[in-house]
């Protein structure tokens, strides 16, 4: 089980790429589809980003072509508490008429009888018997219908509410609308009904427009429509109305889908909007955003100044503009909340949107924004997955916020350049959830594949090696690969009568009391254990992680094991002795074996050439041998050539070396000598100057230390051999070994 576990992880570990990539774009499709369902906060959240957008750039401050009239508290204090007198009102129309207005709108509606008309008095009066002579005409004890005549003689614009909540009709409308496309009529929603003025001052008025606001979640006021429905009527906006009188213009153009020039969404719409000389672009409800400067301009006259003598300054401030009367007093509670502030007087929302118009400063959401979110939400989340399994998580996570840097830089860059309303939310979002939830199923892969590559190689590497190939898993080759390779094969000698004289729990005792030490020495220098074979042990340099000095680590760990073993001598019996090969050529590594049992193992034609030189060790007598594929790219070791020799089952021959010491020993004077006549005593032995050889033989016998008795004895018993019985002419100087 634990095998095919392993076997699992390592083939999700192949995989891992596909998993990331596969959980990151359904991470993509999951919140693109999310994002429009009939739960999602994503148009809230737009909203919010919008209002971001219009504090950090507010709409640039013009001259402002709106005059508010503003019922505030001082007028209420001087003039009493609201509502007025109709008269009073009249008197307020009146003068801002002689003052030379374009239009008045009324951001207020008068939807019952003045109880202080002198009319009511006479006619309560009358009902009780009294007879009341009034010299004038009777008309001037109605305050309404003085009002009314002041607004036929004004170009005046009446206020309406449409509302869900009553069934009232709304008068008939005073603008003319032109279609171009589809009859709105057709698609806008219709309200139920209206709270409209006396019919008397609506007849009189000769524009009718809608002040009030629909209603939004958060009671902010973004989005207003210029134009709005009630039956089969159609009702310009308070500010559409006001443009369209102070123009002169006797109807409103609506331009909607199926127009000539217009794409046709298949869905109707609005498009656009003209009034007289005007054209607004709006969204498909006939909405447009609302631009709020940072300070509105629009001169603001408390009411109470228009009436009493006329004030020149109070002149300039109407003269020409389109006058608005509206309430900033707080009891009034006319006040709205803005993307800019709170408390700001409704009123001066209309006066935003005329300025809007008139200057022709538009906040737009294409029909195309939608569409292009969705695009960049796909491309950065492929950007962000495209890096995820190949870089560093630090890397991934710069990358990560560069996609939501774009996003949202990109948006800032569209509203502050061209005034569209794009939203970083749902490509940030994307991009995010995407590298989130996909960095997620990385480290769990990561983890899996932590567990199996410590799993496999715990016992084969140190644990720094295993780390790296934790930190590195593409470094790792699984299944099978030619590597280059130094091959170390390690064996006690007389093992066998070693064991012998060993009861088993003694023997495994002694074993492990040997091999510990050795495989600590050989972990130490980044060896790869392969297999231990009894008493043998097999390993190797250069895989699975890539080694360049591996020739160089395997002498210095046969240096090293040979002083590990002086160590554990100090403390048996009987010391032992040990032979030690290395070999260096390319094998077949990887995960060899079964389907039910593998290890990571290494095989080959240099593998039993490496198995071949460790037994020659005991031929020669010594601690080591060292082929010379290893030897020859070692530099500062105390190392000597000892022979030609093919070992068995081979035809050529291999030159073999043997360690003698480190770097120290190597710049030893003494060393240097001593390799100097070796050097030559094997140079004459291969050209068959067996005489000088024997000389030099002699001299090495005298001088040499222990280590090396063993290899001239064997030359000794060769020289003797072919002083009585010389080789063959073409003899090249190789041995050709009998034994394994």
Not at 196 to 205: E, F, G, Y
Not at 224 to 241: H, K
Not at 678 to 687: K, V
Request: glycine share 8%.
């Amino acid at each position: 089980m634990r095998n095919f576990l392993a076997r699992l992880l390592h083939i999700g570990r192949r995989r891992r790429y596909l998993a990331i990539w596969a959980t990151g774009l359904l991470m993509i499709a999951l919140v693109i589809a999310g994002a429009y369902s009939p739960f999602s906060p994503l148009d809230r959240l737009n909203v919010l980003v919008f209002d971001a957008y219009q504090k950090l750039k507010p709409r640039e401050t013009t001259e402002s072509a709106v005059a508010i009239v503003d019922i505030d508290d001082e007028s209420i204090r001087r003039l009493g508490q609201w509502p007025w007198s109709r008269a009073v009102v009249a008197s307020v129309i009146d003068r801002l008429t002689a003052e030379g207005a374009a239009a008045i709108g009324l951001d207020i509606v008068f939807s019952e009888p003045d109880r202080t008309s002198p009319a009511l008095a006479v006619a309560q009066l009358e009902s009780q018997g009294f007879q009341v002579t009034y010299p004038g005409s009777t008309d001037d004890l109605d305050h309404d219908k003085a009002l009314a005549l002041s607004f036929s003689k004004a170009p005046v614009v009446a206020g309406l509410v449409l509302s869900d909540g009553i069934d009232t009709p709304a008068p008939a409308p005073k603008a003319g609308f032109a279609f171009a496309g589809d009859n709105p009529a057709e698609y806008l929603p219709s309200f139920p009904g209206a709270v409209r003025n006396l019919s008397i001052l609506d007849d009189a008025a000769p524009g009718i427009g809608v002040f009030s606001f629909p209603p939004a979640e958060d009671g902010i006021v973004r989005r207003i429509p210029l134009v709005s429905r009630q039956g089969d009527n159609l009702y310009p906006a308070l500010s559409v109305e006001s443009l369209r009188i102070a123009q002169g213009a006797s109807s409103v153009v609506v331009k909607s889908t199926g127009a000539s020039g217009e794409f046709d969404t298949g869905e109707p719409g609005m498009t656009a909007l003209k009034v007289g000389a005007l054209e607004v672009p709006t969204a498909p409800d006939g909405r447009i955003w609302v631009y709020y400067m940072s300070d509105p301009t629009s001169p603001i006259v408390p009411a109470y100044r228009l009436l009493g003598e006329a004030d020149p300054e109070v002149g300039a401030q109407i003269e020409g503009r389109i006058v608005l009367i509206g309430t900033s007093a707080v009891g009034l509670r006319d006040l709205v909340s803005t993307p800019q502030r709170a408390g700001f007087p409704g009123v001066l929302v209309h006066a935003e949107i005329i300025d809007q118009i008139i200057n022709g400063k538009f906040l737009t959401r294409p029909d195309w924004a939608v569409g292009l979110e969705i695009a960049v939400a796909v491309a950065l989340g492929l950007i962000v997955l495209a890096f995820l399994p190949w870089l560093s998580t630090f890397a991934n996570v710069l990358i990560a916020a560069g996609a939501m840097a774009v996003s949202i830089g990109g948006c800032w860059l569209a509203f502050a350049n061209y005034d569209l309303l794009l939203s970083p939310i749902l490509p940030a979002q994307a991009s995010l959830l995407a590298f989130g939830v996909a960095s997620g199923v990385r480290l769990l892969l990561s983890e899996s594949e932590s567990r199996y590559i410590r799993g496999a190689f715990g016992h084969y590497l140190s644990p720094a090696m295993v780390e790296q190939l934790v930190e590195n898993p593409d470094s790792l080759v699984l299944g099978g690969e030619n590597r280059e390779l130094t091959i170390l094969f390690c064996d006690i000698r007389s093992f066998t009568t070693i064991s012998e004289s060993m009861e088993p729990t003694q023997l495994t005792d002694f074993l492990n009391n040997f091999l510990t030490p050795m495989t600590n020495v050989l972990m130490q220098h980044g060896a790869t254990i392969d297999k231990y074979i009894g008493d043998a042990i097999m390993a190797f340099w250069n895989a699975p992680l890539d080694i360049a000095d591996h020739r160089q680590r395997g002498c210095e760990s046969v240096l090293a094991m040979l002083d590990a073993l002086k160590v554990l001598n100090a403390t048996l019996e009987k010391p032992v002795r040990i032979g030690v090969g290395l070999n260096t050529g390319v094998c077949c590594v990887g995960n060899l074996g079964s389907r039910q049992r593998f290890d990571y193992s290494a095989i080959g034609d240099s593998v039993n050439v490496g198995s071949r030189i460790e037994g020659l060790t005991k031929l020669y007598g010594l601690s080591n041998l060292v082929a010379d594929s290893t030897a020859s790219q070692v530099k500062g070791l105390a190392m000597l050539e000892v022979d030609k020799v093919m070992v068995v089952g081979r035809d050529e021959a291999t030159l073999v070396y043997t360690l003698v010491g480190g770097r120290e020993r190597a710049t030893d004077p003494e060393f240097e000598d001593l390799k100097r006549l070796h050097d030559r005593f094997i140079a004459g032995y291969r050209a068959m100057r067996f005489q000088d050889a024997a000389g030099d033989l002699k001299l090495l016998k005298a001088s040499a230390p222990a280590e090396l008795q063993g290899l001239y004895s064997e030359y000794q018993e060769r020289l003797d051999a072919y002083l009585a019985t010389p080789p063959s002419a073409d003899w090249d100087g190789s041995h050709r070994a009998e034994h394994k």
